[in-house]
C-alpha cells in the first residue's frame, strides 16, 4: 500500500516510516496538517495515518476537510488524547479508525492492513466493469476504453443499473420504478430516449462494439459480447 504519514514529530515519524517500509509499504511523511491536507488531496494513497496535534492545521480540521472534498481515502487517526469524547469526535470528523498512544507497532500495523482490505473490498462494490467499460458509482464517473464518459443524471442511473444486471434482461418497469420511481408507464418515450443519448455516448464510433442491446418485447441488455449477437 502507499501510505501518507502526517505526523509533526520527526522521531516518530521515522519509526513509523521505517516499521511500515519494512513491512512492504511506501510511505510519505508530512510534517504539519496544512501539507498533510494537500498531498490526501492529489488521491494518491490507500490510507492516511494522522496525529491529532498538528501545527498549522490539526488532525481533525485535517480530517473534516477531506471529507467535505469528498475524499474517500481511509484514514487512522492517532492521538494521546484517549477519552471517549475525543475518540467520537475524530471518528465524527471522517476518521475511520482512532488509535490512542501509546501504541504497539504491531496493533498499528493489523490496523491500516485492516483499512486497506476494507477499502479494496468498498472499491470493488462501488466500481462495476462491463467489457471494457466501467462505472465508479461513489466518483459519479464512467469510462469507455480508458475514454471518460460525460453522463446526465439519469444516464448515469440508467446505465447504473444496467450494469448492476450486465447479461441480464431489464425490463421498461423496472427502470421506471427505479431510475424514475414512477410505478406507471408515462406517455411519450421517455425510456427510449434516454437509451439512445446513452447509447450514443457508450456506444461511440471508435468503440470496440456496442454494449448496450434491446431485447425486442422484453427491456434491455448489457453485456461485452453484444456485438456478437445478432
Same mark, same amino acid.
Given at each position: 500500500m502507499r501510505l501518507l504519514i502526517v505526523e509533526d514529530d520527526d522521531k516518530t515519524a521515522q519509526y513509523l516510516a521505517r516499521g511500515?517500509?519494512?513491512? $512492504?509499504h511506501v510511505v510519505d511523511r508530512a510534517a504539519n496538517g496544512e501539507t498533510g491536507l494537500a498531498l490526501a488531496l492529489e488521491g494518491i494513497y490507500e490510507a492516511i495515518i494522522v496525529d491529532?496535534?498538528?501545527?498549522v492545521?490539526? $488532525? *481533525?480540521? @485535517? *480530517?473534516?476537510s477531506l471529507r467535505d472534498a469528498k475524499a474517500v481515502v481511509p *484514514?487512522?487517526? @492517532?492521538?494521546?488524547?484517549s477519552s471517549a469524547a475525543d475518540r467520537v469526535e475524530g471518528l465524527q470528523a471522517g476518521c475511520d479508525d482512532y488509535l490512542a498512544k501509546p501504541y504497539t507497532f504491531?496493533?498499528?500495523? &493489523?490496523?491500516? %492492513?485492516? @483499512? $486497506?482490505?476494507? &477499502?479494496?473490498?468498498?472499491r470493488r462494490l462501488t466500481l462495476l466493469t462491463?467489457?471494457?467499460?466501467e462505472l465508479d458509482t461513489r466518483a459519479r464517473k464512467a469510462w469507455r476504453g480508458g475514454r471518460?464518459?460525460?453522463?446526465?443524471?439519469? %444516464?448515469?442511473l440508467l446505465l447504473e443499473y444496467l450494469m448492476r444486471h450486465a447479461g441480464h434482461v431489464v425490463t421498461r418497469a423496472m427502470l421506471l420504478e427505479t431510475v424514475w420511481d414512477y410505478d406507471f408507464e408515462p406517455r411519450g418515450n421517455i425510456i427510449d430516449m434516454h437509451i439512445h443519448r446513452l447509447r450514443q455516448k457508450v456506444d461511440y464510433a471508435?468503440?470496440?462494439?456496442? @454494449?448496450?442491446q434491446t431485447i425486442p418485447g422484453a427491456g434491455y441488455m448489457i453485456r461485452p459480447d453484444s456485438a456478437a449477437e445478432p
Amino acid at each position: 500500500m502507499r501510505l501518507l504519514i502526517v505526523e509533526d514529530d520527526d522521531k516518530t515519524a521515522q519509526y513509523l516510516a521505517r516499521g511500515l517500509s519494512e513491512s $512492504g509499504h511506501v510511505v510519505d511523511r508530512a510534517a504539519n496538517g496544512e501539507t498533510g491536507l494537500a498531498l490526501a488531496l492529489e488521491g494518491i494513497y490507500e490510507a492516511i495515518i494522522v496525529d491529532r496535534m498538528l501545527p498549522v492545521l490539526d $488532525g *481533525v480540521s @485535517l *480530517v473534516k476537510s477531506l471529507r467535505d472534498a469528498k475524499a474517500v481515502v481511509p *484514514v487512522l487517526m @492517532l492521538s494521546a488524547i484517549s477519552s471517549a469524547a475525543d475518540r467520537v469526535e475524530g471518528l465524527q470528523a471522517g476518521c475511520d479508525d482512532y488509535l490512542a498512544k501509546p501504541y504497539t507497532f504491531s496493533e498499528l500495523l &493489523a490496523r491500516i %492492513e485492516a @483499512l $486497506g482490505r476494507r &477499502a479494496d473490498r468498498t472499491r470493488r462494490l462501488t466500481l462495476l466493469t462491463v467489457g471494457d467499460l466501467e462505472l465508479d458509482t461513489r466518483a459519479r464517473k464512467a469510462w469507455r476504453g480508458g475514454r471518460e464518459i460525460e453522463l446526465q443524471h439519469r %444516464e448515469f442511473l440508467l446505465l447504473e443499473y444496467l450494469m448492476r444486471h450486465a447479461g441480464h434482461v431489464v425490463t421498461r418497469a423496472m427502470l421506471l420504478e427505479t431510475v424514475w420511481d414512477y410505478d406507471f408507464e408515462p406517455r411519450g418515450n421517455i425510456i427510449d430516449m434516454h437509451i439512445h443519448r446513452l447509447r450514443q455516448k457508450v456506444d461511440y464510433a471508435d468503440a470496440k462494439g456496442p @454494449l448496450i442491446q434491446t431485447i425486442p418485447g422484453a427491456g434491455y441488455m448489457i453485456r461485452p459480447d453484444s456485438a456478437a449477437e445478432p
